[in-house]
């Protein structure tokens, strides 16, 4: 882990010590995923077919996995998992559907009403990582505000597992259980990106994907989400990362075991000695500890002159995941305005919002979270909004759309208004008449 004094920083070294590691953006990831969404957009299920036989070493996939497939794999999920989803999904479900979104109107003027409405996504994909980390817990992040947004129709798509053979982790077909999600694909990476964003035989053409994957997946969705052929998706996303801000008090043993990736900032040089000193004893107890260890060679500790300072850094490095373990870490709290999503106190894990707490785990990274959302119900809903004229309305706010229409040289719309004034003045001159 690198370390950095901040008051000892000029500007430079201040931007350096909040760099990211810089991401794998070659001009040859970008050219093998258009190759493969092209192949896809050509070929359909032949080339799902084709990709099945390259990267999974299947010779047959049947691609969508079927109803008694998911029954036998049911068969296989231990009771003790099942209860564990089902308490995350309880927590998941509780904290989203007060999220649920409400219609309003407004009259802005005497005889002028607008509306918002919001209705649900037609059609989503859901991507789910599979492979030697299958994450059910993502199925539920993504499954359950589509299930209470009452999305007409939900995909789910996951890599099929080890070489040879459909080996879907049952976890990942029970958490789209309870999400009433049926149908289900085992194709993964780019291809299957490509899938929802286009449509194939098998695979109808989504609105909107969610989820998320390798670089492959990350640089599909970029790309399928700038054609307007393709599909929209959730969010820019790249690694996962975690900004620990602890002071003297915290302890030492509770932060390593946070410190996965990235930063921590401290006001206290004794508290990053020891954290540095747990780090260790905890990495080697890992039985993923060469991808840990990997993931902490970019790590770096800051330490600050006081809190304030501290508060500052993190929220210039705007972290996908803030930890604070601090003396008074609910009011620190008030203070943070670029975190995606904030774990107060000792007791507060990443963990807690990455599977069972309620909290969605789909968040901006890379800085994204300045201006990008956690994910939310919200995101499988589309607004639109509504507005209606009566005729006192169009006497009301007419005359001032034709001053700012010719304003902007806009003689067309200028006009369709005009029209309606010249008829409404006629109309009243007919009564007056009468």
Known sequence: MQRFNWSQLDSAGQ???????????SADLAANVKAIIAKVRAEGDAALQQFSQQFDGLSDNPLRLSEAEQQRLLGLLQPERKAAIELAYDNIRKFHAAQLPRDIEVETSAGVICQLKSRPIGSVGLYI???????????L?????????????????????????????PEIIYAANLCGISEIYTIGGAQA???????????????????????????AKQQVSQDAKGAQIDMPAGPSEVLVLADAEANPAFVAADLLSQALVSDSSTLLDNVEIQLAAQLAALPRKEIAAQALAHSRAILTADLATAVAVTNAYAPEHLIVQTRDASALTEQFD????????AWTPESAGDYASGTNHVLPTYG?????????LTDFYRRFTVQQLSAQGMRNIG???????????????????RLRLAALEKAGQNTAND
Do not use: W
């Open 338 to 345: 670029s975190a995606a999503s904030i774990f107060v106190g």
């Open 15 to 25: 931007l350096t010590a909040l760099a990211r590691p810089a991401l794998a953006d």
């Open 141 to 169: 992040m993504l499954g359950v505000p589509a299930q209470l947004a009452g999305c007409p129709r939900t995909v789910l798509v996951t890599p099929p597992g080890k070489p040879a053979a459909i080996d879907i982790a």
């Open 193 to 219: 990106i490509a899938a929802l964003a286009y449509g194939t035989a098998s695979i109808a053409k989504v609105d909107k994907i969610f989820g998320p994957g390798n670089r492959y997946v990350t640089e």
């Open 129 to 139: 990582p599979g492979g030697s980390a299958p994450l059910p817990s993502t199925v």
């Open 399 to 417: 005359p001032a759309i034709v001053t700012l229409a010719e304003a902007e040289s806009l003689e067309a719309h200028a006009n369709a208004v």
């Open 368 to 376: 994204y979270s300045r201006t990008v959302s956690s994910l939310s």
